[in-house]
């Protein structure tokens, strides 16, 4: 697996990363933590404030955009029925609440997939009155989640066609759909809808193999689509699976990721925003740049390998805190070129750790993939 | 080569009769019971640890069958949570590290406690006896899947 991982990065370095190539050379990247102006004027008790208002530790990225604005992105729910678990169903009730206090507005909500746990109607319908309380204009892409107990039936209902574009004050915004063109592992094992969900949402399980993947017919469409667009001008994309490799055997990566970056390398300001890692992630490809964002229901430890090395990793999290760890992210696009993006973790002042001890491969540790499961050979 | 010179420098020096003694010792008594372990024998000794790292495995990914059989069905999750959401692989699971002071627990703590206290908290359930067969099978299939990994006892 190591080596040929090493074999893949080193061809994708020669490939897409050639001499002196970054993401628009204006850009920078930066750490700050800042306190929000609650805290610093404190009204109410600062506990309040706190409690509502955590620090915020944000990723400075520039971009050009003709007038300021933000958006907010929230994933990663995985709703279960409100009578299974409410944990869950709370903590999407206080992201509704805070992208709906924010101050000034969003422009719009960026839900990112896995709304649903078991992809169960009842979960969907679930996760669409939640976000209710969310007024400004929504825009969704599903997560494996959301998909393979229907085949996308009841999320197309829901949210109509899985990818989309519409520019926003200079920025033109893509949403991909990387979930829907898994190979089919049900048929020859006449499985029921529900144990093809299973193994979809089993993130190490080795029966769904490399289910993630954009497809020649939809890099086709983001072709066209950004056809017209002028390549100094910024795209942001948005996408459930990271689109670069960084842990196959949990599809942290869509498989045609090769391809994805043919269709993008001419863009000199491409910005990808994405969930399914329910992590802080950051990492370059040649002129693209990929933020992966937190969840809202639980966070996954870092995968065994493939950390990309620009990745400021997030804090270790404490799990007797359900809300630590998890969260959501505000974007703004201001007017002096910048792209920023602000994880809003619950639990923590610090997203990112601080000392080694913060990190959660600090204890050394070497696994290995599941046996149970193993029914059919990939 | 070294060890075989050896043996037979101190066969010379002790002559004869040590000689007969240790040709005695290698023959073994005539009571003697023991026999060398043979492949067979290996072999199922690794299928039973095998077979519970497969239980263990089932269960530690929320498998409902598996749980009914061991008679956990009511205690690993009441969330629809299973350990795998949060360990994928048991990664984060840091068998290696115990026993060790434990935060959470606010003591010193084996693997067992801990995985009692995640059935406790974050799954919501109840705690299953330390001595069971599914705790065993718990215990076996993170074990197993942390196989390369070093001892690191009391490590934070
Ligand atoms: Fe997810
Ligand atoms: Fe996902």
Redesign the interface.
């Known amino acids: 697996m190591s080596d040929e991982l090493d074999r893949i990065r080193r061809e994708m370095h020669s490939v897409l990363q050639p001499e002196g190539a970054r993401p628009d050379d204006s850009l920078k990247i930066t750490r700050r933590t800042f306190i929000h102006g609650s805290l610093l004027f404190g009204a109410a008790t600062v506990s309040q404030a706190f409690a509502w208002w955590p620090l915020l530790n944000t990723l400075d990225i520039a971009h050009a955009a003709e007038t300021p604005f933000k958006f907010a992105w929230i994933s990663d729910t995985h709703l279960y029925p409100r009578s299974l678990n409410t944990r869950f169903v709370d903590k999407v009730v206080r992201a509704a609440q805070e992208v709906q206090a924010m101050d000034p507005p969003a422009d719009f909500l960026i839900f990112g997939g896995d709304l649903a746990q078991l992809g169960k109607i009842e979960e969907l319908e679930l996760g669409v009155d939640l976000l209710k309380e969310v007024k400004i204009p929504k825009h969704y892409i599903p997560g494996e989640h959301d998909w393979y107990l229907d085949m996308g039936k009841k999320w197309g209902e829901l949210f109509g066609q899985p990818n989309w574009t519409f520019d926003h004050k200079g920025v033109r915004f893509i949403g991909l759909d990387t979930v829907s063109r898994g190979p089919d592992y049900w048929t020859a094992k006449n499985m029921t809808p529900e144990e093809r969900m299973g193994h979809m949402a089993t993130l190490d399980g080795t029966v769904a193999g490399p289910w993630a993947g954009v497809g020649r017919d939809q890099l086709d469409w983001m072709e066209k689509t950004l056809a017209d667009w002028d390549k100094q001008r910024p795209v942001v994309i948005f996408s459930h699976n990271p689109l670069y490799e960084y842990y196959p055997p949990w599809n942290f990566w869509v498989r045609d990721w090769r391809e994805v970056h043919e269709v993008l390398k001419p863009y000199a300001k491409v910005t990808n925003i994405h969930g399914h890692v329910h992590q802080v992630l950051y990492n370059e490809i040649g002129t693209l740049r990929s933020i992966g964002m937190l969840a809202t229901s639980w966070p996954w430890p870092y995968a065994p390998e493939g950390l990309p090395k620009l990745t400021k990793p997030m804090i270790r999290v404490d799990p007797g805190d359900p809300y630590d760890g998890v969260g959501w992210s505000k974007i703004d696009v201001a007017a002096n070129d910048q792209l920023e993006t602000e994880y809003i973790m619950w639990g923590r002042k610090e997203v990112f750790v601080q000392s080694p001890e913060d990190h959660d491969k600090h204890v050394s540790e070497v696994i290995r993939p599941r046996i149970a499961d193993n029914m059919w050979p990939f | 080569m070294t060890t075989h010179s050896k043996i037979r420098c101190s066969l010379r020096r002790f002559g004869l009769v040590g000689g007969i003694a240790i040709a005695a010792v290698f023959a073994g008594p005539t009571s003697a019971h023991k026999d060398p372990v043979k492949q067979e024998q290996l072999k199922i000794y690794q299928e039973v640890f095998?077979e519970e790292?497969?239980?263990g495995?089932?269960l530690f990914?929320g498998?409902q069958k598996m749980a009914e059989q061991l008679g956990v069905a009511d205690d690993l999750s009441k969330?629809?949570?299973a350990c795998?959401?949060?360990?994928?692989?048991?990664?984060?699971t840091?068998p290696?590290?115990f026993p060790k002071f434990q935060a959470?627990i606010a003591k010193f703590a084996t693997l067992r406690d801990m995985i009692n206290w995640?059935i406790e908290?974050?799954n919501q359930g109840v705690k299953i006896d330390p001595e069971s067969e599914a705790m065993k099978a718990l215990e076996a299939y993170i074990t197993?899947?942390?196989?390369?990994?070093?001892l690191?006892p009391g490590?934070?």
């Not at chain 2, 197993?144 to 070093?150: A, F, K, P, Q, R």
């Open positions: 095998m790292v497969r239980k495995d089932l990914h498998d969330t629809g949570m795998a959401m949060c360990h994928p692989m048991a990664s984060d840091h290696q590290s959470q995640c908290k974050p197993w899947s942390n196989t390369g990994s070093v690191q490590k934070f």
